[in-house]
Structure formats: structure tokens, C-alpha cells
């Protein structure tokens, strides 16, 4: 069974950096696209983040210039390094993945997978 997790969240300061990283674990065959989702409270879940298996990249206008993505595919890992960061950037980080991979039941299967996130707060 394909999962994914987050790590890296935490309290930073404005203006602060922090790197988000997901792993994924199970028998995953393809990815197509791997990317970072974010959830502030109160709001609906909004891309922040993508990258495709061909090494394009997507960016939510609020992020570009402060927030790189990068995927190490060998490993099946992506990562998100954010600087700058400003308290409207406050929200839980979800890692999504769009692959195929077997399921638990050994099928092979196209999946669109979530982590259950992590935490970022940008506070003084």
C-alpha cells in the first residue's frame, strides 16, 4: 500500500526558512506528478507547489520567488524549501503524489495519494 509523509513543519519567524519533505513508502511503479497542497484555517485547500515527472515545475503566484520545489526521483521523494516565509503562509502542508503503485492487495493501480500533513505557523 503507497504512503505518503510529511516532515519538517514547525514554528518559524517571519522572514524565516523552513524544508518540507515527503517520503513515500510502498511498491510505486510511476509517478507522474508529485506536489505540495496547503490548508489555512477557515480556508479551502489551495496548490502551492508541483512537479512532474518530465521536471516541470508549477507555482502558485503567492509562493513564486520564495518556495522552490525539488523531487529526487530515484528515491521517490520531494521536497519544498520555503524562505521568506510571511504569516499568510501559515497553514497545513499536504504532499500529494499522482502515481501508480500496487495496492494492498498487489494490484497495480493509478492512485492519487495524500499525506496527513504537517504543520507550518509563521508567528513572532
Known amino acids: 500500500q503507497v504512503q505518503l509523509v510529511e516532515s519538517g513543519g514547525g514554528l518559524v519567524q517571519p522572514g524565516g526558512s523552513l524544508r518540507l519533505s515527503c517520503a513515500t513508502s510502498g511498491t510505486i511503479l510511476r509517478i507522474n506528478a508529485m506536489g505540495w497542497y496547503r490548508q489555512a484555517p477557515g480556508k479551502e485547500r489551495e496548490l502551492v507547489a508541483v512537479t512532474t515527472s518530465g521536471g516541470g515545475t508549477n507555482y502558485a503566484d503567492s509562493v513564486k520567488g520564495r518556495f522552490t520545489i525539488s523531487r529526487d526521483n530515484a528515491q521517490n521523494v520531494v521536497n519544498l524549501q520555503m524562505n521568506s516565509l510571511k504569516p499568510e503562509d501559515t497553514a497545513v502542508y499536504y504532499c500529494?503524489?499522482?502515481?501508480?503503485?500496487?495496492?494492498?492487495?498487489?494490484?497495480?493501480?493509478?492512485?492519487?495519494?495524500w499525506g496527513k500533513g504537517t504543520l507550518v505557523t509563521v508567528s513572532s
Open positions: 500529494n503524489a499522482d502515481l501508480q503503485g500496487f495496492d494492498s492487495g498487489g494490484i497495480l493501480r493509478s492512485m492519487n495519494s
